[in-house]
């Protein structure tokens, strides 16, 4: 089992920046990949991104050259980031940390990041 616990959502004005936490509990030797998806109320979620065990990173296409995913990993815990920069109102959704972990999904509850004009 892993748990997930997001931190860091908030309301900022367009071009401003946030930093979401989530930090991973539990059977964190477990977990090959970490990620970040987004959902839009009547939208599906999606992918913002993800980074592997080994470093990997994949961005979707919307947010490349603006967010940055990192990731922390000590004994007990593994804690994955994400830098957002220049945020759009269209950026505003549901943010939710994900893990993927011995081909189970685990999910975070989600923080809100609102983006006004």
């Known amino acids: 089992q892993v748990q997930l616990v997001e931190s860091g959502g908030g309301s900022v004005q367009a071009g401003g920046s946030l930093r979401l936490s989530c930090e991973a509990s539990?059977?964190?030797?477990?977990?090959?990949?970490m990620g970040w998806y987004r959902q839009i109320p009547g939208n599906e979620r999606e992918l913002v991104a993800s980074t592997t065990r080994g470093g990997a990173t994949t961005y979707a296409d919307f947010v490349k050259g603006r967010f940055t995913i990192s990731r922390d990993n000590t004994l007990n815990t593994a804690t994955v980031y994400l830098e957002m920069n220049n945020l759009k109102p269209e950026d505003s959704a549901v943010y939710y940390c994900?893990?993927?972990?011995?081909?189970?999904?685990?999910w975070g509850q989600g923080t809100q990041v609102t983006v006004s004009s």
């Open positions: 539990g059977r964190v030797f477990t977990i090959d990949a």
């Open positions: 994900n893990s993927l972990s011995t081909n189970q999904f685990y």
